[in-house]
């Protein structure tokens, strides 16, 4: 499954020598990412990479999955893409290959066979999205647009709301591996999905209650995502338990309505005051700076259920630490003897986009919505610690 780690070991190369590791693999859109890294093999002709230290390449030091979450794009076609999920039914095909010497640019470029290369040895190695017995069921219940994956088996199974941010459309991966896990999991889509709004203007919180249509279930909200957590769980008592990931104490880039009327406005901002880097990317990290607009807050203390707030200490989309200790800081003021339904995780290192173990690290990507390219923050080696 994508979120297990492996063990990665290769035997019978000649001691005390250098050699590099290729990995790659091209995601359900077409797109190719690879990796390379060189390591020394031991005094046994072994190169086992949870004690071996990679010596260059795209990643250094001991890094045992890193052939799996350092590959980058390599395609110039489309720019800054990011490694696409979308096909949870077909396992992810990486391909591992060994060659004697160091090589890294040319290789990546031209490939094995411009070269001259030949592998010493290579193999495939396939991780799985989707568990056995499992089933993905599409919905189209009343207003409610998204998925639902079953683990296998006649249940009961613990229930989860699963929402990603403002890319839009329909992400499964994350519902889908949690379904291998036991747990009955609603990938909900809220904009640019089937017959839904295209575009993320104002949102309406009956559409999110229409989709809680169990009692006793978790919500999970990536970035966007998770403001609206805070909304449902205020007004559903359906809505046991939220994990924000990397979420905001602030309505952002829409409203929220109920019952037809805005419940507050979101917070302004606009992309002309971020930080622009190299090749024009985009470091909105500064320009989301509420303290003049206690309007747009989300008013956590009134949210009843248990909260886990998932934060990036390096997070460069936004300042998640910042919204989740004015959340604490809000919350703690008005119940002073429920903290224990308030915890928060600060992983320092990690960038926006956590995701599921293992799945690969993304820095930067284009984002369709602000069309540039967005920087995500954090470093590949504590980002993934931190999934």
Not at 139 to 159: E, M, N, S
Not at 204 to 224: C, N, P, Q, R
Not at 241 to 258: D, F, R, T
């Amino acid at each position: 499954m994508m979120d297990e780690a492996v063990s990665v070991v290769i035997s019978g190369l000649d001691s005390n020598e250098v050699y590099t590791l290729h990995s790659s693999i091209t995601d359900c859109k077409g797109v190719p990412f690879a990796a390379v890294a060189h390591y020394r093999s031991n005094n046994s002709g072994v190169i086992d990479l949870k004690n071996t230290p990679a010596l260059g390449g795209h990643y250094t030091g001991v890094f045992p999955m890193a052939p799996f979450v350092c590959i980058l794009p390599m395609s110039t076609k489309l720019k800054d893409p990011r490694m696409s999920m979308h096909d949870i039914t077909s396992p992810l095909k990486y391909n591992l290959s060994v060659f004697e010497g160091a090589y890294g640019y040319h290789l990546l470029v031209k490939g094995a066979e411009f070269l001259g290369l030949e592998p010493v040895c290579e193999t495939v190695h396939e991780r799985r999205l989707m568990g056995d017995g499992c089933q993905r069921i599409p919905v189209r219940h009343g207003r409610v647009r998204g998925a639902l994956h079953l683990p296998p088996g006649d249940g009961p199974f613990p229930g989860v709301v699963d929402m990603f941010g403002s890319a839009g459309g329909l992400m499964e991966h994350r519902a889908s591996l949690l379904a291998a896990r036991g747990v009955a999991t609603l990938a909900l889509a809220f904009f640019d999905y089937d017959d839904l709004p295209q575009t993320l203007d104002s949102l309406d919180l009956e559409y999110f209650i229409e989709a809680v249509s169990k009692e006793g279930v978790g919500v999970i909200g990536t970035s966007k995502g998770g403001d609206i957590a805070l909304d449902l769980a205020m007004v559903s008592p359906k809505v046991k338990v939220i994990v924000p990931i990397n979420g905001s104490c602030y309505s952002i880039q829409a409203s929220m309505n109920l019952g037809g009327k805005p419940i507050r406005p979101p917070l302004p901002f606009t992309i002309e005051e971020g930080q622009i880097q190299r090749d024009l990317r985009l470091n909105l990290s500064r320009i989301f700076d509420g303290k003049n607009c206690p309007e747009s807050i989300v008013p956590v203390e009134k949210v009843p259920c248990h909260m886990l707030w998932i934060v990036s200490e390096d997070d460069q989309n936004w300042t998640s630490e910042k919204f989740a200790d004015i959340a604490y800081q809000r919350y703690a003021q008005h119940n002073p003897h429920t903290l224990e339904k308030f915890q928060v995780l600060k992983y320092p290192g990690a960038g926006h986009l956590v995701e599921p173990p293992y799945v690969p690290f993304c820095e930067m990507s284009y984002h369709r919505v602000v069309t540039s390219s967005m920087i995500w923050g954090g470093n590949a080696l504590d980002h993934t610690h931190a999934q």
